[in-house]
């Protein structure tokens, strides 16, 4: 169960002004309108408990349902151990000491630069992509996955733990894309290898496409459905090349067009309906209004 989820906007270190000011100048919201869906008009009938405490954005459900097992939830200040509970959207719901609101859902895509971390929070008190776009939203939203601090590229925030439990989770095969620079030219042999898959410490992996770049011999795009940590790097060192850099262009179907690295926007309505039909979710009606 990650830690991260649990820590809210007041759990978070302050970061030194002048450091914030610059991270500001390198991270910034490209033109776009925020798209919401009013949670509590949403979720207007009972609800499994569950499923509440992944639409305010503290976990997953069966993250949801740890924690409810273990006696760290309350609903109306009396604990609830029960799985199966459920709970109207007024009720007073606390995860682990943490009071949770059923804000509204709120989607952002991010184009990553370097020397950014992609973690809520940070104990070595770096700036971190969240301190950025939390404030200027106003949101508590979480990054979908991670990408390491040198590799540039798309990641998704959001409140919607569902969607997010989804996108990251193997099963559901997301597809996500990388260009990739290497030191020097990969061979035939080499691209070979990675169409036809190789084993790796942690077990075998097989790309679903690879497609060097008809004007650069030193670039390659390839694209994978698992999301396991420094992926695309330990492929390229098992060929025995080295990578020069890493980007992220394509993640379940959005692309970074226009939109430089560094900044962000909101989603779309039909791309937030077409990633969670991806992952055999519900759309939202984004019609309906807040009381």
């Given at each position: 169960?990650?830690?991260?989820?649990?820590?809210?906007?007041?759990?978070?270190?302050?970061?030194?002004?002048?450091?914030?000011?610059?991270?500001?100048?390198?991270?910034?919201?490209?033109?776009?309108?925020?798209?919401?869906?009013?949670?509590?008009?949403?979720?207007?009938?009972?609800?499994?408990?569950?499923?509440?405490?992944?639409?305010?954005?503290?976990?997953?459900?069966?993250?949801?349902?740890?924690?409810?097992?273990?006696?760290?939830?309350?609903?109306?200040?009396?604990?609830?151990?029960?799985?199966?509970?459920?709970?109207?959207?007024?009720?007073?719901?606390?995860?682990?000491?943490?009071?949770?609101?059923?804000?509204?859902?709120?989607?952002?895509?991010?184009?990553?630069?370097?020397?950014?971390?992609?973690?809520?929070?940070?104990?070595?008190?770096?700036?971190?992509?969240?301190?950025?776009?939390?404030?200027?939203?106003?949101?508590?939203?979480?990054?979908?996955?991670?990408?390491?601090?040198?590799?540039?590229?798309?990641?998704?925030?959001?409140?919607?733990?569902?969607?997010?439990?989804?996108?990251?989770?193997?099963?559901?095969?997301?597809?996500?894309?990388?260009?990739?620079?290497?030191n020097r030219p990969l061979t035939q042999e080499e691209l070979e290898q990675f169409r036809q898959g190789m084993t790796l410490e942690d077990?075998?992996?097989?790309?679903?496409?690879?497609?060097?770049?008809?004007?650069?011999?030193?670039?390659?795009?390839?694209?994978?459905?698992?999301?396991?940590?420094?992926?695309?790097?330990?492929?390229?060192?098992?060929?025995?090349?080295?990578?020069?850099?890493?980007?992220?262009?394509?993640?379940?179907?959005?692309?970074?067009?226009?939109?430089?690295?560094?900044?962000?926007?909101?989603?779309?309505?039909?791309?937030?309906?077409?990633?969670?039909?991806?992952?055999?979710?519900?759309?939202?009606?984004?019609?309906?209004?807040?009381?």
């Amino acid at each position: 169960m990650t830690d991260r989820r649990k820590k809210g906007r007041n759990t978070r270190k302050k970061k030194r002004p002048d450091d914030r000011s610059n991270l500001k100048n390198r991270t910034r919201q490209s033109k776009s309108r925020e798209v919401s869906v009013p949670q509590k008009e949403y979720l207007r009938d009972e609800i499994r408990l569950n499923k509440f405490i992944a639409h305010a954005g503290f976990c997953s459900r069966r993250e949801a349902d740890e924690y409810i097992s273990s006696g760290k939830i309350t609903v109306n200040g009396k604990v609830v151990t029960e799985l199966g509970t459920k709970v109207k959207a007024a009720d007073r719901v606390v995860a682990d000491g943490q009071q949770l609101s059923l804000e509204p859902f709120a989607y952002i895509l991010l184009n990553k630069g370097r020397d950014t971390i992609s973690t809520t929070d940070d104990e070595k008190d770096r700036n971190t992509v969240m301190d950025v776009v939390e404030e200027a939203t106003g949101r508590r939203v979480y990054p979908v996955g991670r990408l390491d601090r040198n590799t540039m590229g798309l990641l998704v925030l959001t409140n919607d733990g569902d969607l997010a439990h989804r996108l990251m989770h193997p099963s559901f095969k997301v597809k996500k894309t990388y260009e990739v620079t290497t030191n020097r030219p990969l061979t035939q042999e080499e691209l070979e290898q990675f169409r036809q898959g190789m084993t790796l410490e942690d077990g075998p992996v097989k790309t679903v496409k690879v497609k060097p770049d008809a004007f650069d011999p030193f670039t390659v795009q390839i694209t994978v459905h698992e999301g396991r940590n420094h992926l695309i790097r330990r492929m390229v060192s098992h060929v025995g090349a080295d990578v020069a850099k890493l980007k992220r262009v394509l993640y379940a179907g959005l692309n970074d067009k226009d939109l430089r690295v560094g900044r962000w926007r909101y989603l779309k309505q039909r791309e937030i309906n077409s990633l969670r039909k991806l992952v055999k979710l519900d759309t939202l009606d984004f019609n309906k209004e807040e009381e």
